[in-house]
């Protein structure tokens, strides 16, 4: 479908995001396209919440996979420590094991440097065209998607998905949004390496192979 007016995309915009789930439900059985979710971030480390996230989306909206895309360079922060990428994929592959809708996205990570979503899903839509795409963000990230490079042509590539946690703040953008409930679950991995400085347990944060994996390679052990 060629958009020709912007009165026309705005139309589009607000039907997208006007869908629900059951509505969303209903196309599956009409069309054979592969639905993939993406779930970006560092994972330094992978924890239960962002197992969640996925899980609820991938669920939810019946897609066929959720990948996990690590980012090739985390960005600098206080409080942030840059591993090497290695690590990051294998407390991944650790963290999702054994359920079969996750897989790991190494697109970034093997392209290296900094990336940018817009660049991403470009090479994605061409190399699987056969594919519609849905970004999983944060409820939180929603309302900062006109920070985002190029944000009005992604909107046109990707669905993007909104985790929405009790008690969150509603939504004020103005791009499309497909949005799931999930259960609240508050850890963030800064905690977590902050923990691990301090010889503080982890335990029930992470799977407990990446507990292990953190133990045996001693990960952020330096803040």
Do not use: C
Request: no cysteine.
């Amino acid at each position: 479908m060629t958009i020709s007016t912007v009165e026309t995309e705005v139309t589009l915009e607000n039907l997208i995001a006007n869908l629900t789930l059951e509505q969303l439900a209903s196309d599956i059985n009409s069309t054979s396209r592969r639905r993939i979710g993406i779930l970006g971030g560092t994972f330094s480390p992978p924890h239960l919440g962002h197992l969640l996230m996925a899980e609820q989306v991938g669920n939810q909206l019946e897609l066929d996979e959720v990948w996990f895309m690590p980012t090739a360079k985390p960005p600098h922060k206080p409080g942030k420590t840059t591993i090497q990428s290695q690590h990051r994929l294998e407390m991944l592959k650790l963290a999702i094991k054994g359920n079969d809708l996750f897989k790991i996205q190494p697109y970034e990570i093997h392209k290296g440097g900094t990336n940018y979503t817009i660049d991403t899903m470009r090479h994605f839509t061409k190399t699987y065209p056969e594919s519609d795409f849905y970004f999983i963000i944060g409820g939180d990230s929603a309302n900062d998607l006109n920070l985002w490079r190029e944000v009005d042509e992604l909107t046109q590539l990707v669905q993007f998905v909104g985790v929405r946690r009790p008690g969150q703040e509603p939504y004020t953008g103005k791009y499309p949004i497909l949005w799931v409930d999930s259960p609240l679950v508050d850890i963030s991995s800064t905690e977590i390496r902050l923990r691990v400085f301090l010889e503080q347990s982890i335990r029930y944060q992470v799977p407990i192979e990446v507990e292990e994996y953190i133990q045996k390679h001693q990960l952020y052990n330096l803040i």
